[in-house]
């Protein structure tokens, strides 16, 4: 049996270019990234990933991200592990709009969420963050309709049209209210040490 194998290259050096927003060694030292050692390919497939995260977070969407290596020609052995980015614009949401809703106007959801758009003047940058969109979708808009007795609410899908020219764009929610639940009766049972109506008089002021 013979067995034919191929060894990685050493990396002898780790250049991020095109990267402005975001410090490389915030993304190397995440993903483990170090020079002189072999070459991962799942590393660096996993600090293109940390590259997308990390501008996302700050607003900006990626045109393009990729790694390759070059030869470093005073060390034949070793390669320099090269990490080309395209940033684009910075996303700020001009406008949020909601599909489904019908009890509360599109304003007052608007206010039930953390997500803002760009205010008057550019006082208020609406800067899209995916991480607080995505409390928004899964915490704030249920929470705020579970208060008033929509328990059966859901959030049926989001999408965000992005203006290549200005980097503005309109954030839309899709949304199923489901019916409204409202108590009809209210009965506490088995109470001895304080009065039914004490205790009723506690769950309805909540």
């Not at 013979?2 to 991020?16: C, K, S, T």
């Not at 997308?52 to 390669?79: M, W, Y």
């Not at 607080?132 to 808009?141: K, V, Y």
């Amino acid at each position: 049996v013979r067995f034919v194998v191929e060894e990685q290259p050493l990396v002898g050096a780790i250049e991020f270019r095109g990267l402005q927003n975001v410090r490389a060694a915030t993304v190397r030292d995440t993903v483990g990234l170090r020079a002189g050692r072999p070459y991962e390919p799942r590393r660096a497939v996993e600090a293109e990933a940390m590259v997308r995260e990390l501008l996302g977070q700050k607003g900006f969407q990626v045109r393009s991200v990729a790694h390759r290596l070059e030869p470093i020609e005073e060390r034949a052995d070793e390669v320099r592990l090269v990490f080309d980015v395209v940033e684009g614009q910075r996303v700020a949401i001009a406008d949020i709009g909601f599909v489904g809703n019908e009890a509360f106007t599109d304003a007052q959801l608007r206010g039930a969420m953390d997500t803002r758009r760009e205010g008057f003047l550019w006082t208020r940058q609406g800067t899209f963050d995916e991480d607080r969109l995505r409390e928004d979708l899964r915490a704030s808009l249920p929470q705020f309709y579970a208060r008033h007795g929509y328990i059966d609410f859901a959030v049926v899908g989001d999408s965000l049209v992005v203006d290549p020219e200005t980097g503005k764009g309109r954030l839309l929610i899709q949304v199923d209210e489901g019916r409204q639940y409202r108590l009809a009766e209210f009965d506490v049972r088995g109470a001895s040490r304080f009065a039914t109506d004490d205790l009723r008089r506690y769950f309805e002021e909540r």
